[in-house]
């Protein structure tokens, strides 16, 4: 099992670009979440999914876009990076969505200049 | 509104000896509570988690204790190690209208340093 992977590792965008952050998880979980860090401070949730096809806002959604369409991949995609987006993404999955610890990935570090 | 408040940005103990690191909560609509180690250029891994129906919940040095009329929790690591030194993640989440969902709400985190 390789759990959550994330592509790519790194990233330098340029105001303005686009992009799209690649989340796979080999697991059959059904949840699968994006969140965002910054500097000193915890994960803030961006989008979640809770199956193929339905997806939701999370607690800082704009900015950003997700699909999911098969119950593996769950990508996220910046339209228009901005420098506030500058920050490491991670990407996670659970099982269910109560009571069920979330397996994340490596992380993406983004930066827009 | 940091819902999740972790007060310490950092906690230095010499090894074997107790770590505790604390996590507080305004939301009293929480019922689920976990702790995350990090490591640098890592994702957060889970380490334990507790339902608001303890107050308590050990797994091996690692132990979680949780008190709902102060919405505080803590974890102790008992002997510390100097692999423990990491950053550490307090989320909550609870269920609404019949599931959270899993959505999880962070503290800032605290930077463990565990001496040799």
Known sequence: ?113 | DQQVKQNSPSLSVQEGRISILNCDYTNSMFDYFLWYKKYPAEGPTFLISISSIKDKNEDGRFTVFLNKSAKHLSLHIVPSQPGDSAVYFCAASYIAGGTSYGKLTFGQGTILTVHP
């Not at chain 1, 105001?15 to 803030?44: A, E, F, V």
């Not at chain 1, 987006?85 to 969505?97: E, H, I, L, M, P």
């Open chain 1, 1 to 113: 099992n390789a759990g959550v992977t994330q592509t790519p590792k790194f990233r330098i965008l340029k105001i303005g670009q686009s992009m799209t952050l690649q989340c796979t998880q080999d697991m059959n979980h059904n949840y699968m979440y994006w969140y965002r860090q910054d500097p000193g401070m915890g994960l803030k949730l961006i989008y979640y999914s809770v199956g193929a096809g339905i997806t939701d806002k999370g607690e800082v959604p704009n900015g950003y876009n997700v699909s999911r369409s098969t119950t593996e991949d769950f990508p996220l995609r910046l339209e228009l990076a901005a420098p506030s987006q500058t920050s490491v993404y991670f990407c996670a999955s659970s099982y269910s969505g109560d009571w069920n610890e979330q397996f994340f990935g490596p992380g993406t570090r983004l930066t827009v200049l």
